[in-house]
């Protein structure tokens, strides 16, 4: 098996969380990983990118080549446009539709979910107005990675241990919070699994 | 052994802590910085007292770690490519001195430029000084390099460099660690080798020392571990894949290459494993990160036969970061198809985070300049490089570190005024403070807006090591008190601040406003704990 996926976003939105909560429950699973990811200059508020790949042999390249990424992941729905290249035919697209328009040109957003909403495997969800729902926006994230928690090949308790893990500190309260939000977000997402 | 998920950087700090390192020293630098950011969190490195501060900058931390070196422990300097420039004096003479404890330098190079201002391959650094260069493939060989590397550097009294990429540095993969070495007992001081007095008679010496083990080296190299001929079924091409090139390569025929591979990943290149990939391959393809080192040795200024193919002969792009398809496309494998980018698609560059200090400072001195049409203000390396970009347009230039000052002073010099330098805290103390001595010792006509934000921000927010004496320092410089204005950008400060600097900006002299308000993301880390 292999799960090859593209996260991508705005810088500060926190891809590289989803990221390493799937990493570090892909260890658990007894899975290789590779997972590539953008620091510095290109952190400040512009378009972040991230690879994450999942395989039971071994992984060569740190990199996925554009036109065979699994899924694409985003939580920024001009973004998700942005990486759309590195799809193969079948893969699934996993995009937020709450928009950061932190440009004078961003272009018409119902365009662009239009445009998302064409790929034959989408989902599009406002996992910023689910999270809230949760309990709260900030939980953004996990409504993304409960979304995409159907379609890898890593149990979803797995996942659910690590985010237990990140956020205990932060008390039970935001334990249960993230928990809800994983748990919109997979409902969301295995409705096309 | 434990297997864990860590980046190239952190894998290769576990693994020089579990090879008995003692200090590491380094000044942050993009893909770099999260070397010494592991040790510095590491438990292990805390209760062994392992060095773990940042440097002033990185010509210092090469000389702290072969201070270190001389002292018979085992050291380790980290740094982006470009601060292989700066560190270079050190770099070069080290290897003419030879160390005693292990000595590894770490250059973390960055092709494709994400977060620099050029794509140097730091293995032509290793060949100028004449040591050798390990060039992991992976995260696990970069955990394992460190032990080898240092062996390596203790058997041959000489420094060794590993050249990282972006891509290793800042890719997560399972690492197995192993057992951690003791580390190194302090040199005698009765033992002090005379080697390291570098007076024209003893470093003719050294020179010819360093010559004569060049043969040990490659004898190294032939023999390494990390060095493989992988056999192929065909040998209409040879392929000759260095560092994470070996990777790409893998990934292009899905792990079966029917071509002998040669893996380079220790430098100088091995010659033996070359003669028996070149004696039976007629066509050569080099796939490496970065420049093209390896086939420009191996092609010559003339490459008669046209034989060795690359990054020079086009069938690689010459420019920027390799991927797989690259590779395939090389190999006119079948690759998918691409569609054009969206034009609902637009560029989303890096801006300046809401709040931020330098957005005030950057008002204020365009405010300050609207009507001295002869300015010209010269920016460093930093967060408020990004001042360069609308809506500010507000500088002319960023070339390295510290710049600023000396081309503020270069330009006056010609005759441009007002010049003004725009530089960040830290990036002051690691290279613009020499540029204030010329310009005190001149009393030149510039002004220096000092943005102080406390830390090194761009990095993520590292410590600046002034101590919050920045003023202080300047003075101390030789730059007339009254001279030194500090300035704090809020937008409720505005008008004061574009009064302050104007007044500055028309002294005929050497001046410094300091505008000093804490960076919004360390500032808000705080608020978080």
Redesign the interface.
Known sequence: MKNDIVLAGVGGQGILTIAAIIGQAALKAGLNVKQSEVHGMAQRGGAVLAHLRLSDAPIHSDLISQGTADIVLAVEPMEALRQADALAPQGVVLANSRPVQNIGDYPDLETILAALRAYPRHVVIDADGMAQEAGSSRAMNMVMLGAISPFIDVPANYMTDVIEATFARKGAEMVAVNFKAFEVGRAAGLAIA | ML???L?GDEALAQGALDAGLSGCYAYPG??S??ILEYIQTSSEAEERKVHREWSSNEKVAMEEALGMSFAGKRAMVCMKHVGMNVAADGFVNSAVTGTVGGLLVVAADDPSM??SQNEQDSRFYSQFAMIPCLEPASQQEAYDMAAYAFRLSESLEEPILMRLTT??S?????VTTGKAQPENGLNPPNAKPGRFVLLPGIAKRNYEKLCAKQQTMVDSSDASPFNRLEEGTENRYGIIASG?GY??V??AFG?KCPYPILKISQYPLPTRLLSRLLERCDQIMVVEEGMPFIEQQLRGPLNPTGNIHGRLSGDLPRTGEL???HV?EAFKLP?????P??P??????????DGCPHVDSYKALNAAIADRPGANVFGDIG?YT?GALPPFSAISSCVDMGASISMAKGAADAGIAPAIAVIGDSTFTHSGMTGILDAVWENSPITVLIVDNGTTG???GQASINNGRLEDICKGLGVAPEHVRIITPLPKNHEENVKVLLEEIDYQGLSIVISRRECIQTLRRKARK
Do not use: D, F, W
């Open positions: 297997q864990k998920l980046l993009t893909p910085t999260e994400h977060s891509r290793l800042h890719s997560r993969a399972n994470i990777n790409y893998q990934e792990g991927t797989p398809r395939a690759v998918p198809n691409t569609t980018l969206s609902l698609v637009k560029v989303r560059p890096p801006r300046l985070c967060c990004l761009m990095t993520g």
